[in-house]
Each structure stands twice: as C-alpha cells, then as structure tokens.
C-alpha cells in the first residue's frame, strides 16, 4: 500500500478551515434516531473545483427543541452511535494510517464502516457514500484502462475492472488498511469494527448492487440465459454483472456440498458469507472514497484512487482467453490488411523423444508478430497465434498516458484525442 | 525437415568441451588406438556411453562457457580492474507480449517512425543501422512452414456445390465426406460446410463412435481426456 500525503494535494482547503465538522458532529449524535438531521453540505459554485463550502459554521447548528436528548441503551441500536466515534482507538488509528486529511471527520469514517445489512437506515450506513465512491472509483478506472490499453476486447475490460475495483480485490485492499470485521452488528460494538451482517441476507434491505434491474432477472438467473456484449454493455454495472434480484440462485443451491441445516455451513463460513463479507468489505472501500469525495473534493478523490486502487498490479495478459486463437489473428490480419498470417518453425529439439520443444513464429510477410514454444507443433502454433494476438491487445500508447480527467486539473494542457481502437475483430 | 541449430553458449560450451577432450586425447602418444576410437566416435555421435563411472564422470565434466569466467583483469576498464564485475548471461526466453510488433504499432504512434528509419536503411551498404532486423527478416522467408498449406484455388463453382449436395443427400455412406473431398479435390472442412447430411446418417454416425470409444481401454480414454484438457488449459492460459 503506497503512503499518501493527501493533505499536500488540498493543501490548500485545509488552510482555510482545519478540522472543521469533527468536534461539532458530537453534538449531532444523541437524539431521536428518526429525526436526526443528516449532514447538509451547501456545495459551491466555484467551477474548477468540487470542494464542499459550508455556508454557516457547524457550531451554530443546533438540535431542534421538540427531540429532546434522550440516552440510549447502545444495545438497543442497531449500529453505534455517531458519538463514539470520537472515543474509538481503532478508528482514529485507520484515520491515521490512511493518511485521511483531518478535514474527514471520524463519525464519516465510523459510517463507512457500517453496512447496509447492519443498519437498514441510509443515514446511518455506507449505502450513499459507498455509492459515489463506486461512481468516482470505476470512472477513473475505466478511464484508465481505456487510455492505457485501447485495444482491450470488452470482457478483458471488464475482467480489469474487476481486477482492479471488484469486490474481491476490495476486500484484500480493506484487509490490507487493517480493518477488521465484528463478529456481529449492534450498537455495542466499536465503531472501529467493519459491521455487517453474516446470517441475515435475503431479508432486510441488504444490498446486492447498485444498477439497472433487469426486467427478465429472475428468469434469466433461472435459466442461465445468453447475454451477449451489447446487451451486457447496456444493462449491466461497470463489471459486466446483472444485477442479482435474489442472493443465490437456485442452481448454485443445488450444487452446494453442504446444507443449511449442516451447523459447520454458518460457523466456518461459506460461499454465502465470503460473497456478503467480500460486497461488505467492498462497500466500505468505496464509502472511504465517497467520504473523500464529499469532504475534501475530486482531486483529492482521485489522488485517493490513484495511490491505493490503480497503484496495484495486474498483469493484464493473464485475462486472456481465447477459442480459435489462429482464425482469430487470420480474420484481424485480413482486416488490417496484413498479409496473412503464416507459422515458420524457428528450432526445434527431439523431434523423435518423449519430450520434444518446437518453437514456432508466426509471421505476416517478414514480420514477426509472435513466438512460442510448445511441445507439439499444434500446441505451440496455437501458443504462438495466442501471443501475437495478446500482441495485438496489449498495444498501449505509453505507460503515462494521459487520461480525459487529467485536463480538470490546475493549468492542465488542452486536451489531445486518445487512440481509440476500430472495435472488437470477432464476436463473442 | 531442415533442423535449425540453437546458437546457445551451453551448446556451444559443449561443443568447445567435446573439441577440447578429443584434440587432448588425439595428442597424448601413450594412449592406446583401441581406447581413442570410441571416445572420438562417440564424443562425435553425442552418446554418453562411457566404459566406466569414471570416465562417464570425467567426460561430463566440462568447463564452463568463457562468459561465466572472471575475464583478466583490464586496467584500461574500471569495470574489471578490480576484478569484481556482474556476469550477466540470462537464459534465453520467450518474447514478451507487451513489446507490440512494427506492424501492430497504429499509424499515429511516434515509434513507427522511429522504426521506419531503421527500415529504410536496412539494405544500405554504408549506414549500419539495425543490421539484425534485416538480417532476421531475410532468414524468415527461408524458414519451414509448420504446415504447407497449397493455395487456394477456387475452382468449384455453384453448380459443382448443387451436385455435391445432391450426392451426399443421395448416399451419405457412399458419398462420404473424405470421398467428396477427393472427388471434388477440395479440402474435407469445405465438403462439411457445403452438405449436411440427413439426422439419421448423423444419429448412425455418433453410435458407430460411440460403439468404437466404449471399445478403449481406461487408458485410451483417459489419454483422450487428458490431451482435451491439456488443450483447453493451453487456450486459458495456463500452460
């Protein structure tokens, strides 16, 4: 995990007002849990920059006589309040090893960490954060990809995408800022603690994705339907996922090894848990990064995305796959206008023994677009046609590529077109 | 089938070794005739059938390739004076996949023009610049196809097409899809895409496989399996 100083990159909004919201919010934290008012931030005007401006001070804000304080019985609560958000080492000490500018206060930090199926109320979890954390998140890694590998075929996109921003890679980067998950969601526990809930996911307002609900969802998760890139590219999130209308299909019930009924299926965990601890994990990273979209503005957020999701590698030519690697490369070669592609035996040992090396090129006129090694002809022909087309994907402007977001910042250059690729030589 | 020799400094360390022991063995009087022969014929034929452990032993017991040698020390080279320096001989390796080849490189990208410069002074007999590029691209047109391939001819026309239809709708068992191909002289996958035949002659053909793949033992069936695999992983990218 890089270390970064996000207070140098808004430097200049924490000059203006330090630590403005976290020692108010304690006032915010002990009334009706109906009637609380939620943060309003009056957002700015100013068109460089989306920095959220308060238009009075905190302090002024007062809550509103007819809720009169009440104390609570923690227990009672679903999530911990807002107040003990100031008490909890834990979460002072992720505030602190995320390096988080002190603009974000630490009751922002304590709601990131608490889970749509912890608390159904959308004031009191991630939801809305984790929202516009995912919005910002996928744009800049998409926008990314695109700049950087433009001749990507769409499901290797989105293989990155979720390489990158998906919820299994998600929950290591959570893991990986330290964060750890309560046992069980309630009032009592620290707020420094990931909470959601483990048992309870088909009931309750759990989140199974944000998007586009498909009409045919049921049926289509049903029967296993086809559906093809366009189609995918239309309805479906960043990640070329429909979105889920029930947690688990049938189908994936049926091939469970163990039962409900089995008490190791709950206790040690299962596909079920790891799915909901993996969105659980995955929401709360993207709530970290709505937090520091909301409260210290875009570039900062994408300084934020930059330093811990994009800064991971992906060795991008391990997403492959391919059917008919040599019609592949024949059908991109006569659409270019190549010559057509031809396999040349470059070397060859032990033709006649049990464990012979061909290594075989593949070559368009006196070019060679790829090589490889295999032990029979065949496979190592396959392998070639297989680099050369990876070749052919994998084309990339430079590795500083400039990318569209790039020309919001300060004194940017006006912005020059990306290369942009013909389209997909086959279809999937 | 041409074979084409790897230049690698283990084949040519070997190479150097095999001269080594036969010009020292040939200049040695008291060895005896009887005992040279077989050392020379077989250092030549490239067996390692020695007469005994020991001698197996000495024979394979070659030093190493000059490169991996602490070369004298140079006093003109602050690299060597000392006598410390890093021996860099990597293995040879497959190309990697993120070097695009010339021709993959779109028109508006800045390195096609930096290699068309190299290009266009590839046969100048004055200007040496990227000697190695020409000189692969000369040994490529003469190496061997992994498949020749005859060129296509397009000599069938549509009514050609009708009668094959026509005769494999008639007797598929007679008028298979090999005997097309030889009567048509075109190749089998174009016979296929041309004609099906009818469901009964395919439903007759799968039993007659399936009758044939029950008759394989469990290691046949296994080997099958194995190679469909083997291929699949391959096409993932796993091997």
Redesign the interface.
Known sequence: MKRLRLDRCAGQLLVARPRTCSSPATHVGSGLRSARPSQQFAHSTRSQSTAVAFSEPLEARQLPESHPQTLWDPRELPSPSPERALRSAKLAALHARLSLPERIPLQTLARTLVDASADENPQFNNTNLAFVGQTIMNYHVAEWIMCRYPRLPMTVVWEAMKGYAGNEVLLQVAKSWGVESAAAPGGEVDPGLLQFNLTDNTQGVALLGFGYRRVEAKNSEKYQWRRGIANRVVFDDDFGNSVKVTPGTEAEAEDRPITEEDPSYLRYGNEDTREIAERAHAYFVRAVVGAVYAHCGRDTAKAFVKAHILSRTLDF??L????N?TVELATLCARED?EAP????????G?LSRTPVFV??I????????????PS?D?????AA???L???Y????GENVRVPSNVLENNAKPWSPA?IDMGEIISR | MEVQLVRRPAASCCHHALLLSSTSSLSTPSTASSQLRPLIANGLRGTRQKSTASRTKRALNIAPHPSFLASPADASNPATASGSHIIFNPPSSAPSVYHTPFKFLPKSDPRRRANLTASLFASSTTIKFNRDGAAAAAIAEKLPLVRPEAPKTYHLTEADVAEMRRLRAADPLTNSVSALATRFNCPKLFVVMCCHSNAKHQEEMAARKEAIKGRWGPRKTAAREDRQRRKQMLLDGLL
């Open positions: 030519s391990r492959f796959r391919f059917k690697p190549f031809v396999a040349r035996l470059l070397s060859e040992t033709r075989v090129g070559y368009s006129g006196k070019d060679k677009l790829g090589e490889a090694a295999g002809l496979a190592a022909r396959w392998k297989m680099n050369a990876k070749a052919w994998l084309y990339s402007p290369y």
